[in-house]
Every structure is written in structure tokens, then in C-alpha cells.
């Protein structure tokens, strides 16, 4: 059992308390951090391999992302799209050019980029295909994450996210996940876009087969329907490419990205399309008070500058890599499956991947079990070869001190 002093009972006891109980965290109290590494509220340490699901790839309070953070919250911080301001047309260029899209609509979380791709898909649906009002189908896949919204748990499978929140928006027809003939049945004149993870970080890493995402896109194309790509936990350089659609060279028609595009610092999410799609969306049918503000967009420039300038994207396939070789070099029998692409791998395990989790935590690593019994291993990018030597050693203490019944 984790060791939690009395002053790190107290805090949990308070939010416990005061708090809704919609997560189930670790036993651990954090007080400061930097890289790769988390402080408690007693001194101990702990190295992240939660990364904020993603939204940590450029580490703890980045100096960089940071200078630019202060030295935009020293000007303005807040405008509302009411009037321009001259962070947004940077971030809007910067952000397009290194993507290659025509247009990008900010906004400020993962979902809210969600339902951005969903609302312009219908509209695409109607406006360009010219399916029938009230009637656009978008498809999604078994064991999808896209957030939790009513739109987004809407289109889930998962029964958790979706007891006793009906009724369900309608026109989302989930298929399985990995099955490219699967969607190509699915498909009817109504079909306006697919919604997808090029891989499933929160049903535990489903990595797809090999060519599945090449002959979606093709099966989208053939039948005059938008790729829509869930990039929010895999893209900016988290599985060894900029984004996991790249892995199959397939560029979506709409993308979404969030986490971090913030840099761990500040809420970011974009919505990128061809002008074609983005086009569709006049003034006053979509928008948000914070999207664009000023201190989002000066951060994101400099969250997107440190992937790009730190190598980051090349990182994360050497360290993924790095971890993948040295898990299969422990050979534990609890480790049934090692699955996953750069520095986003889930272990599926024998045994409840809590017991795993918590006795991690016990040698100083956080690490967050999902789906009972996958272990999800996803570390800031900036990981250094001592870092990764430490968290391998620790996950091979770990697995031995585990015992092996169920």
C-alpha cells in the first residue's frame, strides 16, 4: 500500500468532501513539477507516465512555453472573438502551415473540437452531398473516447458513459472497431463523415490492424464521405509521428487536436479542415467566448514550436521503442500483450493493472491502470535514456513483486 502521510490524507478527504467522485485517481498529492518528474506534498518523487493523457508531451512547465505564458499574461489575456487580437492570426498560420490545412476554428477543450467536427459534418452532409435535412449519419467505432458530452457519449459504446444520460442525440451508427469491411457495409447515402481514432488511447491502446486506416480513407473517398480524425490524445508527435495518421500516410479531410496544443499550461483545441468544410460555418452558427483568446494562442505557438525545435516527435519513436524492448526483456507471465506505437503503450496484464499501478507508485512511478486490466505507459516526450532506464527497472520491480493469481 502506498504510504499517504496525514497531510496528504487530509487534502484527499477535502476534495473527497467538496468534490463530485468522477474519477478514481492514484493515492498521490502533487505539489510541484518539472519534466518528467512529480513532487508530493511530503517531498517524494515520482516519475509522470500519465502525462496528463497527453496533454504533458513538452514535460512539466516547459521554460519556454512558460516565458511565452507570462509574457503574454503581462498584455491581454482575453478578448472574445468580438474584436481581433494579434496573437490568433499567428497561432491560426502557424498552426495551418505546419499541418497543411486551409483553415483551423479554435476552441478550448478536446470535446468542444468534437462537437465542432460533428456540427460541420452534418452541414457538409447537407450543403455539399445534399443528404435530406435531419437525417446525417456519422459513423463511429466500438470502444471509441471521444469525450463526454451528451453529443459525445451519444456516439459511445461504452456502458459507464452512458447509464442513465438518455435520451441519446441520434445519427451516430457505431461499427466495429479495426474491421474496414465492417464500415464499408455500414455505409449508406447518409452517411455524411467517420469519427476516429487512428488509435484508441482510452480502451486501453487498441492499436488497429495494419492498412486499416489507408482503406477507411480510401472506403471515404469512394463513397463521398469526410474522414474525421480523433487526434486529441494521439497527435503532435505522442505515438513517434506528428500524428498517428501519418503512420498509414492518410490525411483526414477534418482534424482534431487538443491536449497538447496547450503544453501542459493552458486549455487548447483546434479544429482543422480543407476550406471546402471550414467554409460552410458563417458567423454566429459556432463559436466560444474563450476560443482564440490571446494567452491560448500565444501558448500553443510555443507548445507547437518545442515539438517541432526539441525533436520531439523523433523522441518519442526512440523512447517508445526503448520501453517496447525493454517490457518484452522482463518477460513477466503477468504481461499478456505489449501494444501501442511511440510513447503511447498499454500493457495488458494477467492480473488488475491497479495492483500494477499502486505498486509503481510505491517504487516512484505514476502510472494509470485502464480497463481493469491494461496498464497505460505514456511519459512526457522529453524523456531522457536515465529516465527510461529508471522506469524500466522499476516496472520490472514492480512485476516480480506482483502476485501472479488473479
Not at 41 to 68: E, F, K, M, T, W
Not at 118 to 126: D, E, F, H, P, T
Request: proline fraction near 6%.
Amino acid at each position: 500500500m502506498h504510504f499517504l502521510s496525514e497531510r496528504a490524507r487530509k487534502f484527499i478527504a477535502i476534495e473527497e468532501r467538496y468534490g463530485a467522485h468522477t474519477y478514481d485517481p492514484l493515492d498521490l498529492v502533487v505539489d510541484h513539477a518539472e519534466g518528467v518528474w512529480l513532487w508530493d506534498v511530503d517531498g517524494r518523487r515520482y516519475l509522470d507516465c500519465v502525462s496528463a493523457y497527453s496533454a504533458l508531451n513538452q514535460g512539466h512547465r516547459h521554460p519556454r512555453i512558460h516565458a511565452a505564458l507570462v509574457e503574454q499574461a503581462n498584455r491581454v489575456t482575453l478578448t472574445s472573438r468580438a474584436m481581433y487580437n494579434e496573437q490568433m492570426p499567428r497561432f491560426l498560420e502557424r498552426l495551418t502551415r505546419l499541418t497543411g490545412y486551409d483553415m483551423a476554428l479554435p476552441t478550448n477543450t478536446g470535446v468542444e473540437a468534437v462537437e465542432t467536427a460533428i456540427k460541420l459534418a452534418r452541414r457538409w452532409g447537407y450543403a455539399v452531398k445534399g443528404i435530406a435535412r435531419e437525417t446525417a449519419e456519422i459513423i463511429v467505432f466500438s470502444g471509441n473516447f471521444h469525450g463526454r458530452t451528451i453529443a459525445a457519449v451519444s456516439a459511445s459504446t461504452t456502458p459507464e458513459y452512458r447509464r442513465e444520460f438518455g435520451p441519446f442525440a441520434p445519427g451516430f451508427i457505431p461499427i466495429p472497431y479495426g474491421d474496414a469491411d465492417a464500415l464499408e457495409r455500414a455505409i449508406t447515402p447518409n452517411t455524411c463523415a467517420i469519427l476516429i481514432e487512428p488509435i484508441q488511447g482510452e480502451a486501453g491502446v487498441i492499436v488497429p490492424p495494419a492498412g486499416y486506416l489507408k482503406r477507411a480513407w480510401a472506403v471515404c473517398r469512394e463513397h463521398d464521405v469526410l474522414f474525421v480524425a480523433d487526434e486529441i490524445q494521439t497527435g503532435l508527435g505522442r505515438t513517434g509521428d506528428l500524428f498517428a495518421c501519418d503512420y498509414e500516410g492518410v490525411k483526414p479531410d477534418v482534424l482534431l487536436l487538443g491536449k497538447a496544443l496547450g503544453g501542459g499550461f493552458y486549455p487548447v483545441s483546434a479544429t482543422l479542415a480543407t476550406t471546402t468544410v471550414m467554409g460552410l460555418l458563417q458567423p454566429g452558427e459556432h463559436g466560444s467566448t474563450f476560443g482564440g483568446n490571446p494567452l491560448a494562442c500565444a501558448v500553443a505557438q510555443a507548445a507547437l514550436d518545442v515539438i517541432v525545435d526539441e525533436g520531439l516527435v523523433a523522441r518519442a519513436r526512440y523512447a517508445g521503442a526503448k520501453i517496447m524492448q525493454g517490457l518484452r526483456a522482463i518477460a513477466s507471465p503477468l504481461i499478456t500483450e505489449i501494444r501501442g506505437r511511440g510513447l503511447l503503450i498499454g500493457v495488458q496484464l494477467a492480473v488488475p493493472a491497479r495492483r500494477l499501478s499502486e505498486a509503481l507508485l510505491e517504487r516512484g512511478v505514476a502510472a494509470k491502470d485502464t480497463h481493469e486490466y491494461v496498464l497505460r505507459i505514456a511519459p512526457p516526450l522529453v524523456i531522457d535514456d536515465a529516465e527510461l532506464g529508471y522506469l524500466l527497472e522499476r516496472l520490472g520491480d514492480a512485476l516480480a513483486a506482483l502476485p501472479a493469481n488473479p
